[in-house]
């Protein structure tokens, strides 16, 4: 620890916890040292460590066990949206996570679209679109089901590697997802998105349902995820 440093000195042990949570040092349901045992280690009070502790429990890196001790959470997928709404692909969030993201394609269609769907993606009743439904994982555990609608403008998905990043198709074809708007509320898990996701029937679970467009204003897709929130963590940045 950098006593003379500007960084106060439970942020210092705060980021050197985390420092050894993404370097693998310290795993998931690893068990972290005591205050007493960290005080030693690092020749700080037992109430910086207290507060480098507290830190970690707030951002969702460690757990506390009443009577047991303090332990390295399961890693979530850590999703920030900050004030100028930044669009940023699943593939781009697990990354920048620390976790490496992959999809099961479930299933590709052109559809007639519901109201919902006319409404967000300008359509009529008579216009096709396409839905695409994934299955998206990071580090090989299911994390959401993810259903997006797309224009019939964007039919060339269709020639591209579903399983990968769809963003990084847009920008190949030159255009730029710049703007989202999300809402997020409670749903329950029906028995597919279940079996899907390894949790139980009727278990809440977060329904994010978002409009994207491009940098000329128009829909690139409408989308409703399901999302298991034991393994995500969304940030508003305001």
């Known amino acids: 620890m950098l006593k003379n440093s500007i960084i106060p000195l439970y942020q210092q042990l705060s980021d050197e916890i985390k420092t050894q949570i993404h370097e693998g040092k310290l795993k998931s349901g690893d068990r972290l040292m005591t205050e007493a045992e960290l005080s030693q280690q690092y020749g700080i009070s037992r109430i910086t460590v207290?507060?480098?502790?507290?830190?970690?429990?707030?951002?969702?890196?460690?757990?506390?066990?009443q009577g047991i001790g303090t332990f390295i959470a399961e890693k979530k997928l850590?999703?920030?949206?900050?004030?100028?709404?930044?669009?940023?692909?699943?593939?781009?969030?697990?990354?920048?996570?620390?976790?490496?993201?992959?999809?099961?394609?479930?299933?590709?269609?052109?559809?007639?679209p519901k109201d919902s769907v006319q409404h967000h993606l300008h359509v009529g009743e008579n216009d096709k679109v396409l839905k695409i439904v994934r299955l998206r994982k990071v580090d090989g555990i299911p994390v959401m089901v993810e259903t997006n609608y797309y224009p019939q403008r964007l039919d060339f998905l269709l020639q591209a590697n579903l399983t990968g990043s769809t963003y990084e198709v847009f920008r190949q074809h030159d255009l730029i997802p710049?703007?989202?708007?999300?809402?997020?509320?409670?749903?329950?898990?029906?028995?597919?998105?279940?079996?899907?996701?390894?949790?139980?029937?009727?278990?809440?679970?977060?329904?994010?349902?978002?409009?994207?467009?491009?940098?000329?204003?128009?829909?690139?897709?409408?989308?409703?995820?399901?999302?298991?929130?034991?393994?995500?963590?969304?940030?508003?940045i305001t």
């Open 50 to 65: 207290r507060k480098a502790i507290e830190l970690l429990v707030d951002e969702g890196y460690v757990m506390r066990k």
């Open 178 to 236: 710049s703007h989202a708007v999300r809402t997020i509320q409670i749903c329950y898990a029906t028995p597919e998105e279940a079996r899907l996701l390894n949790v139980n029937e009727n278990q809440p679970l977060l329904l994010q349902v978002e409009e994207t467009t491009d940098q000329n204003h128009q829909v690139l897709h409408y989308s409703k995820v399901v999302v298991n929130s034991q393994h995500y963590r969304l940030t508003v």
């Open 78 to 112: 850590r999703r920030v949206v900050d004030s100028e709404n930044r669009v940023r692909s699943f593939s781009e969030t697990s990354r920048m996570s620390g976790q490496e993201p992959s999809s099961d394609l479930l299933s590709v269609e052109w559809v007639f």
